[in-house]
């Protein structure tokens, strides 16, 4: 089945000219903020006549401008057919039919719609063809008619032909990347996101739903309820100003259908990539090792790292992963209910885009103070924080401290602070005749006999 769309609002774009002087009423002065509120952009409104016209010869009324701020119940942006791209489907090569690169502006917008989807991650690839590895193929050709056709997806296969109007030379560039964009996204069963009013994008069909169409009309999850003008590349028709781009909720829209699971990403496939972001998703915390905090070895376990740093819940979500360079150590700490473990040099790492980095210090360090100084003068307590811990520092006791210990290993030793660091309150103590070894959350602590001064250590 074919889903016609127009290429603009109109074949031939007329843009009229304003006329300056006319002082506005109430009644367009309300029309000109409607419409800026259902989003339009201040540049494309005219007051002509004393009256109000959108994309330069779409006369809107006051009642029209009203109805464009009221969703249709239940709506969203984004849509779906009940038929998808099978999850057998890795590569989709887009093969030029004869004489469809002798138009440039055809040949770049594909190469650019290519890029578009390239560019978000998904689980398939989109390539020029004739090439080499495809497991779904579409044929795209060009039209004299004055209108772009697509399909939708049959039996977990993209739809296998798409025809692009020669009357997109008339336009810029970005509306032909727009164009071949929102063509491949019906392949991939994307329905319009103005389905339900193309009157949003298309001013001269006012009200009008196209319905199921016999292929569904799917609402997307995590998408933004109710369609706007020039708010999606799947609007049914593209502004005569578009970027050519996605937006955020067409982006969201094609990561909750083909988004790339993260059980299958590599990161250290990345190595030397500092600074390249992955996108992928979990259907659940994850169950695997992790190593680090905040920095994270780049063979963790993604899902159940990103629960450790608080960008993901339990239950699962999308996650955007960037890649670091080698550490020299990685320190493990208990967050979010998941504990990760220390590890020493590690070649390559990654953190999570979005993740909340503890704070500069804004207490003395612990590593300032002289304890030993403060002898005699039990009961008097110092605040002081600690920066990431070295687990593997000096420290002799239990509970209390030989006042020369490293305070803040001593600090997690008692229990006060996560190895990640924090503050921690230190008390000097009496001297005592003895000091007792013990291990605790991952630091040992020596034995010693009389020592003159000792500390304890609390949150």
Known sequence: MFKQAAVLAATGVAWLAGCGGVEPQMEQEEIIANLIEAGYPARDIQVIDEAVFVGGDAHVTLQASREMLQATEGSQEQFRTTNLVGA?????????????????????????????????????????????????????????????????????????????????????????????????GHALGLRHSDYYNIYISCLQYYGHNEGDMGVGAIPISGTPEAATWDGSVMNTCPHVNSSGEFTSSDADALFALYGKPCGSVNVAEYRGQTGKQLRCACSSG????????????????????????????????????????????????????????????????????????????????????????????????????????????????TD???????????????????????????????????????????VTSSSYGSWAGSISLSP
């Not at 690169?101 to 390539?127: C, H, P």
């Not at 159940?304 to 339990?314: E, F, T």
């Not at 210990?405 to 230190?426: F, L, R, Y």
């Open 400 to 442: 209390l401290y030989t006042d020369d210990s490293d305070v803040c290993a001593a600090a997690v030793h008692a229990g006060a602070i996560p190895a990640s660091g924090g503050d921690v309150t230190v008390t000097i103590q009496p001297g005592q005749s003895s000091y007792t070894s013990t291990s605790r959350y991952g």
């Open 88 to 184: 057998h489907v890795t590569k989709i090569c887009i093969n030029p039919a004869p004489g469809y690169d002798d138009y440039i502006f055809l040949r770049q917008g594909l190469d650019l719609a290519i890029e578009n989807y390239n560019a978000l991650g998904l689980r398939f690839t989109l390539a020029r063809g004739p090439t080499d590895g495809c497991t779904a193929n579409i044929t795209i050709a060009p039209t004299s008619e004055n209108v772009s056709r697509a399909g939708f997806p049959d039996l977990g296969l993209p739809y296998a032909n798409i025809t692009m109007t020669t009357q997109l030379g008339e336009f810029s560039l970005d509306v032909t990347e727009h164009t071949i964009t929102h063509k491949i």
């Open 286 to 397: 994850g169950s695997g090792s992790v190593w680090g905090t905040n920095n994270y070895t780049d063979d963790s376990d993604i899902c159940r790292a990103a629960v450790h740093a608080g960008v993901m819940p339990p239950s699962g979500g999308k996650v955007t992963v960037e890649v670091q360079p080698a550490q020299s150590t990685f320190i493990g700490t208990t967050r979010n209910g998941v504990t990760s473990s220390s590890y020493g040099y590690w070649g390559g790492s990654y953190r999570f885009i979005g993740a909340q980095i503890p704070q500069p210090q804004t207490t003395p360090l612990c590593s300032t103070y002289n304890l030993t100084s403060y002898r005699g003068q039990t009961g008097r307590a110092i605040r002081c924080g600690c920066p990431t811990v070295s687990l593997g520092a000096s420290i002799w006791g």
